[in-house]
């Protein structure tokens, strides 16, 4: 299986909205509500943003949120700050106990 | 506090072996399923495998597959990665994660990461 298709890159100035796009097909992405997405900040440990393709974990700052159309899921990070700017990554359950990842977007805060 | 902290990285001659280990705290690990996800130099975050919480079921990536087996000890809080006929396009950092739904029977999700452990297989 083909891993998520994401834009390499994305930005925005401070306290805009930016939104990334997670593309997958009916077997994975369109298929369950199992979307999730990470950041990852230069040599650290991804850290979990977004499950269930909108469900926040507690800590998270209600500036990040998640959706999904079709076989596209998003997320958009409003307000954007500086610590914002990092990796991320979208991932979705593939059926028959398989997990994808997305390649990857890097937000830049300009 | 929740934390994971793997251990057990190197250099490994290709078709070499490896095993890793992510000791557990901070939480009842036996409840949880685990995985191992990692990344290679400059690249994404890659699946590895998943272990249900009991240790019954384990499920791998295709590119790994018949080659790493993932395995847990309840009793010491502890989810290992035995690793063999290693290849050089298995360099990465290895991160061990817990899923996040209590009892999950699939990789769904991960709320918790360690800070890994890198893998180098080279001759």
């Known amino acids: 299986q083909s891993a998520l298709t994401q834009p390499p890159s994305a930005s925005g100035s401070p306290g805009q909205s930016v939104t990334i796009s997670c593309t997958g097909t009916t077997s994975d992405v369109g298929g369950y509500n199992y979307v999730s997405w990470y950041q990852q900040h230069p040599g650290k440990a991804p850290k979990l943003m977004i499950y269930e393709v909108s469900k926040r974990p507690s800590g998270v700052p209600d500036r990040f949120s998640g959706s999904m159309s079709g076989n596209t899921a998003s997320l958009t990070v409003s307000g954007l700050q500086a610590e914002d700017e990092a990796d991320y990554y979208c991932?979705?359950?593939?059926?028959?106990?398989?997990?994808?990842f997305g390649g990857g977007t890097k937000l830049t805060v300009l | 506090q929740v934390q994971l902290v793997e251990s057990g990285g190197g250099v490994v001659q290709p078709g070499g072996s490896l095993r890793l280990s992510c000791a557990a705290s901070g939480f009842t690990f036996s409840s949880y399923g685990m995985h191992w996800v990692r990344q290679a130099p400059g690249k994404g975050l890659e699946w590895v495998a998943f272990?249900?919480?009991?240790?019954?079921?384990?499920y791998y990536a295709d590119s790994v597959k018949g080659r790493f087996t993932i395995s847990r000890d309840n009793s010491k809080n502890t989810l290992y990665l035995q690793m063999n006929s290693l290849r050089v396009e298995d360099t990465a950092v290895y991160y061990c994660a817990k899923e996040t739904g209590l009892y999950s029977s699939s990789p769904v999700d991960m709320d918790v990461w360690g800070r890994g452990t890198t893998v180098t297989v080279s001759s």
């Open positions: 991932s979705s359950y593939a059926g028959s106990n398989n997990l994808l």
């Open positions: 272990i249900r919480y009991d240790g019954s079921n384990k």
